[in-house]
C-alpha cells in the first residue's frame, strides 16, 4: 500500500490522489481510496492499516487495503492536514491532529474522542507533527510552530521551547 495527494497539473491543482495497493508485488497498482492522503500507518503483524483523508477523516482497512470503511465517528471537521499516529505499544491508542483538534482513540478507531481544542499554536495547515511514545501510549508529542509534549493523552501539552522566530536556530 502507498498513498499520497496525487498528481500536480502544469496550472498546479491536485488531482489522483488517494491510497493504491498492489497485489502482484508492485508490477501493477490500483486506487482503492480516493482522496488527499496525509498519513498511513499499520498495525504490525496484522492486516490492519489507517488512511487520513482531507476532508473526510480516517480510514481503516482490515483485509490489506482491498476495502477500506470510515473510521472516524466522533471526529469533526476534518479539512486542512490530518496526521495519524499510532501508540506502538498499545494498536488500539491512536491520535489525530486536525488543525488546532486532537482526538483520541482506544478502541482501535471504532470512536474518536476531543482531547485538546488548541494542540496547534501556528501554521496550522502547513508543518504538523504527531508521535506517539515507544511504550507509553498517553505520551505524545505534538509539532506545529514550536513542539510540545503531553503525558496525560494529549489533554494538556508542555511546549518545550519558550518561542519562536529570531532566537531559535531551527525552525521545526
Same mark, same amino acid.
Given at each position: 500500500l502507498t498513498g499520497g495527494f496525487g498528481e500536480c497539473s502544469a496550472s498546479?491543482?491536485?488531482? $489522483?490522489?488517494?491510497?493504491?495497493?498492489?497485489? %502482484?508485488?508492485?508490477a501493477s497498482w490500483t486506487r482503492v481510496? @480516493?482522496?488527499?492522503?496525509? %498519513?498511513?500507518?499499520?498495525?504490525p503483524g496484522t492486516n490492519t492499516a489507517f488512511a @487520513?483523508?482531507?476532508? !473526510?477523516?480516517?480510514?481503516?482497512?482490515? $483485509?490489506?487495503?482491498? !476495502?477500506?470503511?470510515?473510521?472516524?465517528?466522533?471526529?469533526t471537521a476534518t479539512s486542512g492536514r490530518v496526521r495519524l499516529a499510532i501508540a506502538p505499544s498499545n494498536s488500539q491508542v491512536m491520535y489525530v491532529l486536525n488543525g488546532s483538534k486532537l482526538f483520541k482513540t482506544t478502541n482501535g478507531g471504532t470512536n474518536w474522542t476531543s482531547v485538546n481544542t488548541s494542540a496547534c499554536e501556528g501554521q496550522c495547515t502547513y508543518n504538523q507533527a504527531l508521535a506517539v511514545h515507544p511504550?507509553?501510549?498517553?505520551?505524545?508529542?505534538?509539532?506545529?510552530?514550536?513542539?510540545?509534549?503531553? @503525558? $496525560?493523552?494529549?489533554?494538556?501539552?508542555s511546549y518545550l521551547t519558550a518561542n519562536w522566530g529570531t532566537g531559535q536556530k531551527v525552525h521545526q
Open positions: 498546479g491543482s491536485l488531482a $489522483n490522489g488517494g491510497v493504491f495497493r498492489s497485489a %502482484d508485488g508492485g481510496l @480516493t482522496g488527499k492522503v496525509e %498519513d498511513m500507518a499499520f498495525v @487520513t483523508v482531507q476532508g !473526510t477523516g480516517v480510514y481503516k482497512t482490515t $483485509n490489506g487495503g482491498a !476495502t477500506w470503511t470510515n473510521s472516524s465517528t466522533g471526529m511504550t507509553d501510549p498517553n505520551k505524545i508529542l505534538v509539532g506545529s510552530i514550536r513542539f510540545a509534549v503531553s @503525558t $496525560n493523552g494529549g489533554t494538556s501539552l
